[in-house]
């Protein structure tokens, strides 16, 4: 007689499924949202970086548009922040390989730019940003759109 297969993975019953999920899940769930911040200033970085980890997140940074695409394969972020103008790849190309990719198609995307008007926005949102801040920006405007965003995100269809 062969038996059953015994899970090692701890579970818990989850109220509102019912149904045992494992632990692993649960806790992923709990950990704060990770923020890719992307933004060739490193003045604008740390005050990004700051202002999201006083709200309660992680942030991972990038200089550039090659590292942030790197990074978004490694770190796995749950929302990325993108400078228009950066060296090399730019973040608007960035916004475009992501949302190209069935894998990181979903990630929301805010831009940051210093560039206002509304060709630079509706191009923004053209190749695939969620959302656009023109600079200088109110470092709680920043702080509510990320909210917004990732509140957002977890509404859609699919989304755990």
Not at 124 to 138: H, I, Q, R
Not at 142 to 148: A, E, G, K, P, S
Request: aromatic share 4%; proline share 7%.
């Amino acid at each position: 007689m062969v038996g059953a297969a015994v899970s090692m993975v701890p579970t818990f019953v989850a109220p509102e499924l019912g149904h045992p999920v494992p632990v692993a899940d649960w806790c992923t769930d709990l950990a704060d949202p990770t923020v890719l911040v992307a933004d060739d200033d490193e003045a604008v970085r740390e005050l990004v970086t700051h202002k999201l980890v006083a709200a309660g997140y992680r942030v991972v940074t990038a200089d550039n548009g090659a590292s942030a695409l790197r990074m978004v394969v490694t770190e796995q972020p749950d929302m990325i922040i993108l400078d228009v103008s950066m060296p090399g790849l730019d973040g608007l190309s960035v916004c475009y390989e992501l949302h190209s990719s069935a894998e990181t198609a979903r990630i929301p995307v805010l831009i940051m730019s210093g560039h206002g008007r509304k060709v630079d926005i509706d191009l923004g949102m053209t190749v695939g940003a969620d959302d656009y801040l023109v600079k200088p920006f109110n470092p709680a405007e920043l702080v509510r759109r990320v909210r917004w965003l990732l509140l957002a995100d977890e509404d859609l269809p699919g989304s755990i």
